[in-house]
């Protein structure tokens, strides 16, 4: 049973961490363990109609990954959401997103997405969590990136996420 550290309320507290995960880094991960401490159910939302162009993985494959690498927490699921966020949020009964931030260079979209997510539903709060510092660096694009061109990212990814990797530069 995680405890919850934030006061108690009457309702439980649902939180969506929501993202692209493609793949999922150490750094998400560390981001999910600490939000896994402060909510009751934290929901990993998967993007599923995102703007980024040639995703690596499929969203399902991302949401496999999710799963695989989150077992060991008992308040976590996983999904995919298509359109507003916030929409999603309200559908699941969501009082808070969250997100990471490593740097100040995170700060300003981040801050852009809070205060328009706020604009179209004031009462879902952004949290935002730092992950270890040793992972301030890692950005799922910058993974993919070495990972292609046979650097060791293993430090940084989960074992499943490298596997995957490893199989995909193998079959490109
Ligand atoms: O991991 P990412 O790619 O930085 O995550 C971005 C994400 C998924 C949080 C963001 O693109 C999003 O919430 N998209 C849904 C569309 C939406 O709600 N847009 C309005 C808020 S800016």
């Known amino acids: 049973m ?4 934030l006061k108690p309320m009457s ?3 649902i939180v969506i961490y929501p993202g692209s995960f493609d793949p999922l880094t150490n750094g998400h991960l560390d981001v999910i363990a600490r939000g896994a401490k402060l909510a009751d159910e934290l929901v990993i939302a998967v993007l ?3 703007s980024k162009p ?6 399902e494959e991302r949401e496999e990954m ?3 690498a989150t077992t060991h927490l008992p308040n976590i699921s996983v999904a995919a959401f298509d359109g507003l966020l916030v929409d999603f949020a309200r559908a699941r009964g969501a009082q808070a997103v969250l997100r990471g931030i490593r740097a100040i260079s ?5 801050l852009q997405m809070a205060m328009m997510n706020r604009k179209l539903e004031p009462s879902i709060e952004t949290l935002f969590l730092m992950p270890a510092e040793k992972y301030t660096y ?3 694009r910058l ?3 070495v990972a292609k061109l046979g650097g060791d990212v293993s430090e940084l990814v989960p074992p499943n996420v490298l596997a995957r990797l490893k199989d995909r530069s193998r079959r490109a």
């Open 2 to 5: 995680v405890e919850r550290m």
């Open 54 to 59: 040639d995703p690596l993985f499929s969203v």
């Open 66 to 68: 999710l799963r695989e």
């Open 143 to 145: 993974i993919k990136s």
């Open 106 to 110: 995170d700060y300003e979209y981040e």
């Open 48 to 50: 599923r109609n995102s």
């Open 138 to 140: 890692v950005s799922s």
């Open 11 to 13: 309702s439980p507290l």
